[in-house]
């Protein structure tokens, strides 16, 4: 599959710069692999849509304050993404750096009194950086990690975590799960499915884009994620398995995969994939070139995605991290 196949014409104004309010009240696509069909409906219709031994899984990860400007030697400012920790004990950590051609291994940068060290390139832009407390550093100077197409508002750094995360280590917010109030939860299961909780850590495995002519030669990188016992229970008891987003897609998958509950995954899912855990995938509106698209392809073939997209162009749907969700029925697993 060449690359090209995941363009698409956006129009700028259609990407969400804010939450619904309330969160439930955005629109949801609801698309029938099987039937080849396409409806339009509002997100607090989800739970018309599960049945009774559903299992809706959601990634309990929790967004870091994970950007960070600090100073080099002689003034000059870096900022600094940090993506994940490479140590047991929190101390070193892979970053994202600009401009990166500015750093050398051995390098002590300064963040509001609080000293950095570049250790070495993992290349592609990254460094890995340490430090005596990088997670209490985030958590008083950090900045949430929007990504480039929303404007950097405190309101918009409010909004930018799921109201069911709790295990902090993301470098970007799972976004499907942002649809989800605490009452919509309840709503699920009152409709009779079950509720699994997984954690999948986002970060450039996610969201970098896809720079290669051919999708194939794309790499991912790593990501941790864990699937608890009792998430395993859950899902595996399921009649059908409803991945809210790619991040638990990505998950679910992997752990069908390797057969590891916990790990790191470099799992690539486009078209060609055979999947074997999930059957619905709840989703937004992904950025044009991104893995993420290829990911929903492969879920539901690239025509009736294709389609699906004009459509929401041509019907104002809103994109991205804070626009409207899509929810695929029928595809992954249960495709022939």
Same mark, same amino acid.
């Given at each position: 599959?060449?690359? =090209? ?27 029938n692999?099987?039937?080849n ?6 997100f ?28 080099? +030697? ?10 994940? =920790?490479l ?6 950590w892979?970053?994202m ?11 002590a940068? =300064? ?8 250790v ?11 430090? &005596?407390?990088?997670?209490g ?7 949430? +990690? ?8 405190s ?12 295990n ?11 649809? /989800? ?25 996610? /969201?970098?884009?896809?720079r290669?002519e051919?999708? =194939? ?5 790593a990501?941790?994620?864990?699937v608890?016992?009792e ?10 398995v ?22 790191e ?9 055979r999947?074997?855990?999930?059957d ?6 992904h950025?044009?070139?991104? &893995? ?9 073939g690239?025509e ?7 459509t929401?162009?041509?019907e104002?749907y ?14 992954g697993?249960?495709?022939?």
């Amino acid at each position: 599959m060449l690359t =090209s196949e995941l363009d698409y014409r956006l129009p700028r104004e259609l990407i969400a710069q804010s939450l619904a309010t309330p969160r439930d009240s955005s629109r949801l696509m609801v698309v029938n692999v099987s039937r080849n069909a396409i409806e339009h409906h509002v997100f607090r219709d989800l739970p018309h849509f599960l049945h009774r031994g559903d299992a809706a899984v959601l990634n309990e990860t929790k967004v870091l304050p994970a950007r960070l400007s600090a100073r080099r +030697p002689g003034g000059g400012e870096t900022e600094l993404l940090f993506l994940r =920790s490479l140590t047991e004990g929190n101390g070193l950590w892979e970053v994202m750096v600009r401009p990166s051609r500015r750093l050398k291994p051995g390098m002590a940068l =300064s963040a509001g009194g609080e000293e950095l060290r570049v250790v070495e390139s993992l290349g592609e832009g990254r460094w890995a950086v340490a430090g &005596t407390d990088v997670p209490g550093t985030l958590r008083r100077l950090g900045r949430m +990690p929007l990504p480039p197409y929303l404007e950097a508002t405190s309101g918009a750094e409010r909004e930018y975590q799921t109201v069911y995360a709790r295990n902090e280590g993301s470098a970007a917010a799972p976004t499907a799960g942002f649809h /989800f109030t605490k009452e919509m939860l309840e709503e699920v299961e009152r409709a009779g499915a079950g509720l699994a909780r997984v954690t999948l850590h986002v970060g450039p495995g996610t /969201f970098s884009p896809v720079r290669v002519e051919e999708l =194939s030669e794309h790499e991912m990188h790593a990501e941790y994620y864990n699937v608890p016992e009792e998430a395993a229970r859950v899902v595996g008891e399921a009649r059908r398995v409803v991945a809210v987003g790619t991040t638990v897609a990505r998950t679910l998958e992997s752990w069908a995969a390797s057969g590891e509950r916990e790990g790191e995954t470099e799992i690539f899912i486009y078209p060609g994939y055979r999947w074997r855990a999930v059957d619905v995938l709840l989703t937004n509106f992904h950025l044009p070139r991104s &893995t993420l698209l290829a990911m929903v392809m492969s879920f539901a073939g690239k025509e009736l995605v294709r389609e699906a997209y004009e459509t929401a162009v041509r019907e104002r749907y809103r994109f991205f991290s804070f626009g409207d969700a899509m929810l695929l029925i029928g595809g992954g697993r249960g495709r022939p």
